[in-house]
C-alpha cells in the first residue's frame, strides 16, 4: 500500500488477478533497507589531550553514542577506529538494528605531536635525560631547540620565536637561573 523508507526487513506481495488476457499471478520479494541518516552527534577524536587543541598520544575516531563507525559500507565498524588523516568519509552503522549511514564526510582537525622538543647544545653540555634539565655554571651557553610544531619558547620569561622549526638560544652570565 506504501513504500517503506524506514531501515528493517520488509516483504513485497503482489496479487493480479486473471484477466480476459492474463493468468491470475501471485508474487512474493522479501527486501532489507539498511539506509540510515547520520546522527545529529557526530564521530569524534579520541585520544590524550595536551595543550592547545593538540593530541600527545595516538588518536582514535570515535563513534557517537549508539553507532559504529567503518570506513566501508560493506566492512567491519567499530566503536573507535585509528586516525588516519587519509581518511575523508566514514559510515555510521546503528547498534540497535544494523541500519547503515552512506558515506559521511569526516571533517576533524587533529594535530598530534608526541614527540619531544629536541635540544641540542654547544660545549659538550649534556640534557640528564631523566629529568630533562642540565646544570651547569657558564659564562655563555648556546643551544638550539628543534621541533616543527613549536611556535613560541619561554626561557627566563623571555619569548622566543621558533623559525622553520628551530630556534637559537644564547643565555649570557648574570641571567641567574633559567627554565
Same mark, same amino acid.
Given at each position: 500500500?506504501?513504500? !517503506? #523508507?524506514? !531501515? ?8 493480479? !488477478? ?10 512474493? =520479494? #522479501?527486501?532489507? $533497507?539498511? @539506509? +540510515? =541518516?547520520?546522527?545529529? /552527534? ?7 589531550? *595536551? ?9 582514535? $575516531?570515535?563513534? !557517537? /553514542? ?5 570506513? /566501508?559500507?560493506? *566492512?567491519?565498524?567499530? =566503536? ?6 587519509? $581518511?575523508?568519509?566514514? @559510515? ?11 558515506? &559521511?564526510? +569526516? ?11 629536541? &635540544? ?9 635525560? /631523566? ?6 655554571? +657558564? %659564562? %655563555? ?11 613560541? &619558547? ?24 633559567? #627554565?
Amino acid at each position: 500500500t506504501k513504500a !517503506p #523508507t524506514d !531501515p528493517g526487513k520488509y516483504t513485497a506481495r503482489i496479487t493480479a !488477478p486473471a484477466t480476459g488476457f492474463y493468468k491470475a499471478v501471485n508474487w512474493t =520479494e #522479501t527486501f532489507t $533497507i539498511d @539506509y +540510515l =541518516e547520520a546522527p545529529n /552527534s557526530k564521530a569524534t577524536a579520541d585520544g590524550d589531550k *595536551g595543550n592547545y587543541g593538540w593530541f600527545k598520544s595516538d588518536v582514535k $575516531i570515535k563513534a !557517537p /553514542s549508539g553507532y559504529l563507525i567503518g570506513t /566501508s559500507k560493506n *566492512g567491519e565498524f567499530f =566503536e573507535k577506529i585509528a586516525w588516519d588523516d587519509k $581518511i575523508d568519509k566514514i @559510515y555510521y552503522k546503528r547498534v540497535s538494528d544494523g541500519a547503515i549511514t552512506d558515506a &559521511v564526510d +569526516l571533517k576533524l582537525d587533529v594535530k598530534i605531536d608526541k614527540d619531544l622538543p629536541v &635540544v641540542s647544545f654547544e660545549d659538550g653540555v649534556k640534557l640528564d635525560e /631523566s629529568t630533562k634539565t642540565v646544570k651547569v655554571f +657558564l %659564562d %655563555d651557553m648556546k643551544f638550539t631547540i628543534v621541533d616543527d610544531n613549536l611556535a613560541t &619558547v619561554f626561557v627566563g620569561g623571555t619569548e622566543y620565536k621558533v623559525e622553520n622549526g628551530r630556534c637559537e638560544i644564547d643565555l649570557l652570565a648574570g641571567d641567574d637561573t633559567q #627554565t
